[in-house]
């Protein structure tokens, strides 16, 4: 047998028995396990161990050990690996930084190739939509009933509509993700409305699609790649210089993608952009008194500041402190999931809610009127979290908060 030969024999054999050998990133990854020491820490952290307890959830090392065991024993843990939300906490305090969450995504990559049958139904919807269209939710189908759902948000939030600039060489790509694309509207929109009022060079994407990270999430990585080689090929057509976006999720996938393939591209999230590019004095300058004193506290998303920096929950902080007749309050447990990370409500709502219901106690506690988010996904779960307990407290997406109070353009 030639050297060729004897390599596809191999690898013949280990397809025959469900086994996909590990690149040299993945085997890094999944050593980082061998550093654990048992202590605990990630267990005690964990919001879906806290949530729904361990019975249902084995916790972050037990999950990741099973990556070290036997293919049987491997599949198995298809019951509780998609109940990770993603978070990062279990990252995030780890003594020996074992990649809890990178090993999650890998267990889901296996099971999706090997054991499609072990995903929950759900996420082969989602799959199967990403699929054929390119983007995580099915487009509108008639495009007049979207401007006119659109229109109808705009008017209810007292925001304007801006045409749409599609442009070769604009200094920045404004990528709304796929939420605010086809769902919440109103944040595609405010998005431009910060941009158009410090009178920022920007360009939309001509053909809009998803960055792959819902398909990452559900454990289909040959799509993730399609999805992300298409994004490389339009942004690096359109020539911008740096991405915007006004999606917590979008913002951390799009800087791994930028690094991992070589876009060369700096990615900010709207927060990030209005204090270091354009600078809190400017903002500060153009914000306008709103109608009454607004209490309000700020959610803030995993993927900003545990996949991201932490740093981006101080600006959101510095943001809203520089409006006028707006009160800043930090909750307790501002750094808590809303649970519908890890594409967990799809297939497990009860789990999702399980995760949310302390954050839910601690923004009530702070006494607040709203609270904001600077991610149209978790504003759309604490939102829907909050109606169901019967709340009174009021929910918005940050970039809409902060729209709200930028002047008009005539
Ligand atoms: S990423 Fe979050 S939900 Fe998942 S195991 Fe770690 S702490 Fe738990
Ligand atoms: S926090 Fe890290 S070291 Fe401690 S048990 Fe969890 S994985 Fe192991």
């Not at 495009?143 to 659109?150: F, V």
């Not at 769902?183 to 994407?205: I, M, N, P, S, W």
């Not at 169901?388 to 918005?396: H, I, M, Q, Y």
Request: aromatic content about 6%; charged content about 25%; some cysteine.
């Amino acid at each position: 047998m030639t050297e060729e030969e004897d390599y596809d024999h191999i690898m013949g054999v280990l397809r025959e028995e469900r086994i996909t050998p590990y690149n040299e990133d993945e085997l890094e990854t999944v050593l980082s396990i061998g550093h654990c020491i048992n202590c605990g820490l990630c267990l005690q952290h964990c919001p879906v161990v806290a949530g729904v307890g361990v019975e249902r959830f084995s916790g972050p090392r037990s999950i990741a050990v099973e990556l070290s065991r036997s293919p049987p024993e491997f599949w198995a843990t298809g019951d509780k690996v998609f109940l990770c939300t993603g978070c990062g906490t279990c990252r995030e305090v780890c003594p020996k930084n074992v990649e809890v969450p990178e090993i999650v995504n890998m267990i889901r990559a296996r099971i999706f190739e090997h054991r499609p049958d072990l995903v929950p139904q759900e996420l082969h919807s989602v799959d199967k939509t990403l699929l054929e269209h390119g983007l995580a939710f099915a487009p509108w189908e008639d495009l007049e009933d979207k401007a006119e759902s659109r229109d109808m948000r705009l008017e209810r939030l007292n925001l304007p509509f801006y045409p749409n600039r599609v442009k070769e060489r604009a200094e920045v790509l404004f990528y709304p993700g796929c939420q605010a694309e086809e769902r919440a509207q109103e944040v595609r929109e405010a998005g431009k409305v910060v941009l158009e009022a410090f009178d920022v060079d920007y360009t939309l994407l001509g053909d809009f699609n998803c960055c792959g990270l819902p398909a990452i999430l559900l454990g289909d990585d040959k799509t993730a790649r399609e999805l992300a080689k298409h994004l490389k090929e339009k942004v690096g057509a359109l020539g911008t210089k740096k991405i915007v976006t006004t999606c917590a999720g979008c913002t951390s996938n799009l800087s791994y993608l930028s690094e991992r393939d070589g876009w060369d591209i700096p990615v900010y999230h709207t927060l990030e952009y209005l204090i270091e590019e354009i600078g809190i004095e400017s903002l500060t300058e153009k914000l306008t008194q709103s109608e009454d004193t607004q209490s309000v506290t700020v959610h803030s998303p995993c993927h900003l500041i545990r996949h991201m920096s932490r740093q981006l929950a101080e600006y959101a902080a510095q943001i809203i402190e520089a409006m006028p007749n707006a009160e800043y309050t930090e909750s307790n447990l501002h750094d808590s999931c809303c649970g519908g990370g890890g594409m967990v409500g799809y297939h497990s709502p009860d789990v999702a809610q399980g995760v949310v219901e302390e954050n839910l106690r601690a923004i009530e506690r702070t006494g607040v009127s709203r609270v904001v988010a600077p991610c149209p996904l978790c504003t759309a779960h604490i939102e829907e979290m909050l109606f169901r307990t019967g709340s009174s407290v009021e929910v918005d997406d940050l970039t809409v908060f902060i729209a709200q109070r930028l002047p008009k353009k005539e």
